[in-house]
Nanobody
Framework: QVQLVESGGGLVQPGGSLRLSCAAS????????MGWFRQAPGKQRELVAR???????NYADSLKGRFTISRDNAKIIVYLQMNNLKPDDTAVYYC?????????????WGQGIQVTVSS
């Protein structure tokens, strides 16, 4: 079983910054990609950013320049640095892993963490 634990969310004023972390543990034999997704009330879950095993990244077009994804391979931790936050960034943020476990490729998800941008 794979566990993902997210941290770093909370309430921040517009223009502020937050850094989310997601630590993975369990029987993981390989990781294809690690990513962050978000879901605002009444909206579908959307990709925020993803980082692949080769270090390449992709971002939602609307977030390029403000958000940065990075990882610590040794500890299987993925980070999301969020700068110049806007009220529209308010959402529950989820960490997601595309991984291999016991020869089977599967997805794993964190429980989600609230980010609220408000004055």
């Amino acid at each position: 079983q794979v566990q993902l634990v997210e941290s770093g969310g909370g309430l921040v004023q517009p223009g502020g910054s937050l850094r989310l972390s997601c630590a993975a543990s369990g029987s993981i034999s390989g990781i294809y990609s690690m990513g962050w997704f978000r879901q605002a009330p009444g909206k579908q879950r959307e990709l925020v950013a993803r980082i692949y095993s080769d270090g390449s990244t992709n971002y939602a077009d609307s977030l390029k320049g403000r958000f940065t994804i990075s990882r610590d391979n040794a500890k299987i931790i993925v980070y999301l640095q969020m700068n110049n936050l806007k009220p529209d960034d308010t959402a529950v943020y989820y960490c997601g892993l595309d991984l291999q476990q016991l020869g089977v490729r599967k997805d794993a998800w964190g429980q989600g963490i609230q980010v609220t941008v408000s004055s």
